[in-house]
């Protein structure tokens, strides 16, 4: 949210060039100088003007030469924009999450090197999105689970990454972070939709309980959830029996997948993919920025 920027304070005010004080210039006048002070003046001058001329080499030549030490990390991970028709395209395929046991199912099945197969293909994707592995290995999961619970809607964890991103940039939401547990390292709680700044006026659905307003609905979590949506479509990723929490990254990746696939949706055809997300924000433009990162992080996941 933008803020009025506060008074200018005196240190920021910009600084005026040094004007020197009376008596300060008249030590300078060279009327009171005579001859040779005006030779000498000359001569002065001639040195500087050969220093400037000697500097300015200097200082195109460190200029023109390439930088010994070239700024550390990777590029950033573009996006282009996309606009397609609703209904007309589906993002890129994107590679496939290794097959192993998702989570809420039996215990995952290490490689040959004792390796959780999908940690390993999470960091990997993550060197090349810049997605955080911790929610990749939530979206992925999401992923699998689907395959085996609603195999016919064939959504993507690029999908889900494409919503990620719109919704909280992946957990980072206000400068969180997500840990090991899943959790951001402070909630994520959207605006109060009061009717103001142009949010729909949602009174509490579930007595401020998710979100601490007991008067106004906030969207939670990093797949932003409202309350009454989280009671219908809410999963526990870990199968522990626990209540689905709306905060934790792998329970809204998943239960983002099942209210994606509800009604029968086919998200591999542009029909299907197009009405699961615009379910989710009943907005073109919400759509194809959706579109465009899913689509990115398909391609680059496959090398294009």
Not at 92 to 120: C, E, F, I, N
Not at 234 to 246: F, M, N
Request: glycine share 12%; with cysteine; net charge neutral.
């Amino acid at each position: 949210m933008a803020t009025p920027p506060s008074s200018q304070s005196e240190a920021d005010s910009p600084t005026l060039p040094f004007e020197p004080s009376a008596d300060e210039s008249s030590l300078d006048d060279p009327r009171r100088r005579g001859g040779a002070g005006r030779l000498l003046g000359r001569l002065l001058l001639v040195l500087v003007l050969l220093a400037v001329g000697a500097g300015g080499a200097w200082v195109l030549s460190v200029a023109m030469r390439p930088a010994s030490h070239p700024a550390s990390g990777p590029p950033a991970f573009l996006i282009d924009p996309q606009k397609p028709e609703p209904g007309s395209a589906i993002p890129g395929a994107a590679g496939q999450v290794p097959a192993a046991q998702p989570q809420g199912t039996p215990a995952a099945q290490p490689d040959s090197a004792g390796r959780d197969p999908l940690r390993v293909w999470a960091d990997k994707i993550a060197q090349i999105t810049q997605v955080p592995s911790r929610a990749l290995r939530a979206y992925g999961n999401a992923d699998l689970v689907m395959r085996t619970k609603v195999p016919g809607c064939q959504i993507s964890w690029a999908t889900l990454a494409g919503i990620g991103r719109i919704e909280s940039h992946h957990g980072r939401y206000g400068g969180a972070t997500l840990g090991e547990d899943g959790l951001p390292s402070k909630p994520i709680i959207g605006p109060a939709l009061d009717g103001t700044n142009g949010f729909r006026a949602i009174p509490a659905t579930d007595g401020g309980k998710l979100h601490g307003d007991p008067v106004w609905d906030h969207a939670v979590g990093p797949m932003q959830f409202l309350p009454s949506t989280w009671k219908q479509y809410g999963l526990r990723a870990s199968g522990d029996g626990v209540a689905p929490d709306p905060q934790n990254i792998d329970d809204a990746a998943l239960t983002a997948a099942n209210y994606l696939c509800s009604g029968g949706r086919n998200l591999a055809t542009g029909e299907g993919w197009w009405a699961a997300v615009m379910t989710y924000n009943n907005s073109v433009e919400y759509g194809q920025q959706v579109f465009s990162g899913a689509d990115a992080y398909a391609k680059a996941s496959v090398g294009k």
